[in-house]
């Protein structure tokens, strides 16, 4: 996954003062328009109460691109981003491990050496975000939960912890409208 990574993040001191961009591509080459939509969202991440930003549209609409495209406008504004794919349980796990073993925290129990709980992992991976972002002033945590196209359990909890943290931002691409609604902010695109 790290190769894809359009942004320098080569993995090295995460007490140095580098932004980490894990598992962000650059949209298409072929990006047009949205100039609308891009300062909506810019605005509900800016301003609004609500930590996180539902993105919901038919598949193939833009809206994963459109994350991208918002990412690569934004980068000055960000300290720590990471994608995770959120199709399905099991998706969402393995995205959270591979980000944590970027940081290099536990995602297996040291004492019976198992798989830690998910929410565990998150914790883990949250503290040393915390860490890093103690270096950035102003700059914010991006995740992205791509695709999330069902309500799962386990997206409903890791979203609400990654939500306390009060520089977190959580941008979620669905096709569901409504996925968590009074919760994120609602992007729609139509056309
Ligand atoms: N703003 C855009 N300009 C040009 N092409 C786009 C744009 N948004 C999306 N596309 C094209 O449409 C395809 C589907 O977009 P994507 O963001 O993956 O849709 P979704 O996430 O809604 O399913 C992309 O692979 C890209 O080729
Ligand atoms: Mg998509």
Known sequence: MTNRDSYSDNGSDLNSKQQIFYGIEDPVKSFIGREDKL???EGLIQNSMLPAVT???LAGMGKSELV???IKLNKSSIAICHWVN???AETLRSSLEQFADRLKVATIDAKNEQPLKLPDVVNNILAQVKETMNL???RSYTIV???VDNLYDDFVNVTKQLCCYSRSSV???SRIRDLLTGETELLELSE
């Open 39 to 41: 300062r909506e969202l």
């Open 171 to 173: 941008i979620i691409t």
């Open 86 to 88: 959120g199709d399905s």
């Open 136 to 138: 950035f002033n102003e």
């Open 145 to 147: 939960i791509d695709n």
């Open 68 to 70: 991208k495209k918002y």
């Open 55 to 57: 993105i919901s549209g």
